[in-house]
């Protein structure tokens, strides 16, 4: 292409114009390519169809497409029964309500018995923490021939915060994902508790060390689970990037925040061999792990062919393989969901599955793409269909990416880590309060009692099954 010498903006003059004109086909479409570059990046436009990776929040509002159309009416079906909140237990104050007029006409009321009952709970106006002087008395033990005294279990050792503060802060924070600014600003103003955001996360530092076993429970359970999902997402730590891993199951989830994206990451939690199935999609660094089954992501895999087609422009030769694939995925997970593993078509059903398999990667594909994904199936070739042999595996890796949602929302509001401390408490406080909602327990009771329990006794209790 040719360089032009001139200013291809607004301050354009039709004698330029003229001359570009002039100078010949290959002008005129150099620089109408360079108007519409500088249009689309004045727009926005390059950020969002640079990369189909590019992220939501980059792409300006007014060009994101409008929503699909939802299949069916959100909410319940007509004519289910109806819920509501269920009558208060206790009532602490009682209050009654007559009105002097008619609110409507002004005029007088006659007085009537009829009556009727309505329920309000709020949280009261003026919450005062409450402050309690602790009288700890020394004696002298003549055996060991120096002074002791009794630890108070309601706060951590030289804190002046209770642990019911400490559980409700982490919990805003690294349960929820509120920001620190926020926590304070929560404790600050409504509950009128005075903290500053120093003094706060050198507490949260304290309370990793307090429930580190736990931690450590939670990587040996997810070690002894029969299915494990896997994933790993960007991290930012003091600047530099990290990856937070993510192992799952229905019961447990385990967050990890490493340097590494490889198998050395990996071989930090998986110590010893894996015995169950690990559920992962296809990064490289899964291979290493050395485990009693594997499932690939088959969701991973359609997502892939809808990019090629989208960015890549393959071949004719793409439509073929591309339809292929497609239908052999569609009829494994059909097979799983219509046809039960007790019964006798199932057997050659799956047997002809594996033999479609092995036909479309022995095809001499032509297209580069096709190659490419060829590759891939013949690497993963024992893992597409390990759910159909196992009733509890899915076909599917969206249990793990449920559970690292969590953790790209607090990534969004905080920010990510400025320290290596702070990382590893990020990692922990998340897996264990993510842990106890997946188990249905009260997270600030719990982690408060815990602490309670450890100080008086100096033994961490057992993680709550």
Not at 322 to 351: C, N, T, W
Request: charged share 25%.
């Amino acid at each position: 292409m040719p360089t032009l010498d001139v200013c291809l903006g607004p301050t354009l003059t039709a004698d330029e114009a003229a001359d570009i004109y002039a100078r010949g086909r290959e002008a005129v479409i150099f620089a109408l390519l360079e108007l519409a570059k500088g249009w689309g990046e004045a727009q926005g436009l390059r950020a969002a169809v640079s990369s189909p990776a590019t992220p939501s929040g980059m792409t300006p509002v007014y060009l994101k497409p409008a929503a699909k159309t939802r299949r069916k009416r959100p909410g319940r079906k007509a004519g289910h029964e109806g819920t509501r909140r269920a009558a208060p237990e206790r009532i602490d104050r009682r209050l009654e309500h007559r009105a002097k007029c008619c609110p409507d006409c002004g005029g007088a009321l006659k007085r009537c018995a009829t009556s009727r009952l309505r329920w309000t709970e709020d949280i009261p106006e003026g919450i005062t923490p409450i402050v309690t002087e602790h009288t700890i008395h020394r004696d002298w033990c003549s055996r060991c021939r120096k002074p002791v005294e009794p630890q108070v279990p309601d706060a951590l050792p030289g804190s002046t915060l209770g642990n019911q503060v400490l559980a409700l802060s982490a919990w805003l924070h690294y349960g929820l994902g509120n920001t620190l600014q926020q926590v304070v600003e929560v404790f600050n103003y409504h509950l009128h508790f005075q903290l500053t955001k120093g003094g706060l996360v050198q507490q949260w530092y304290r309370l990793q060390a307090v429930l580190y076993p736990w931690y450590e429970q939670i990587r040996q359970q997810a070690l002894r689970a029969a299915v494990l999902h896997g994933d790993e997402t960007g991290w930012r730590v003091n600047g530099k990037t990290h990856w937070l891993w993510c192992f799952t199951d229905p019961r447990l989830t385990y967050y990890m925040i490493d340097r590494r994206r490889g198998s050395p990451a990996l071989a930090k939690f998986f110590r010893d061999e894996f015995a169950g199935t690990l559920v992962t999609d296809f990064w490289g660094a899964y291979n290493a792990v050395v485990c009693g089954a594997r499932q690939t992501c088959l969701v991973h895999l359609l997502r892939d062919l809808e990019h090629v087609e989208q960015y890549k422009h393959p071949t004719a030769q793409w439509s073929e393989f591309a339809k292929k694939l497609r239908r052999l995925l569609g009829d494994a997970i059909r097979l799983s969901q219509r046809v039960e593993r007790h019964e006798a078509a199932f057997v050659p059903r799956r047997e002809r599955l594996h033999a479609r398999l092995t036909e479309l990667i022995e095809t001499p594909w032509k297209d580069s793409q096709a190659r490419r994904l060829v590759k891939r199936l013949r690497r993963h070739q024992n893992d597409l269909f390990t759910f159909l042999d196992h009733p509890d595996v899915p076909f599917d890796n969206n249990h793990a990416e449920r559970a690292i949602r969590p953790a790209v929302i607090i990534r969004k509001n905080s920010y990510c880590n400025r320290s290596e401390r702070g990382a590893d408490t990020q990692a922990l406080l998340m897996s264990i309060y993510r842990t106890l909602k997946q188990r249905g327990h009260d997270p600030i009771t719990i982690i408060s009692n815990a602490i309670a329990t450890c100080l008086s006794t100096g033994q961490l209790p057992p993680l709550p099954t």
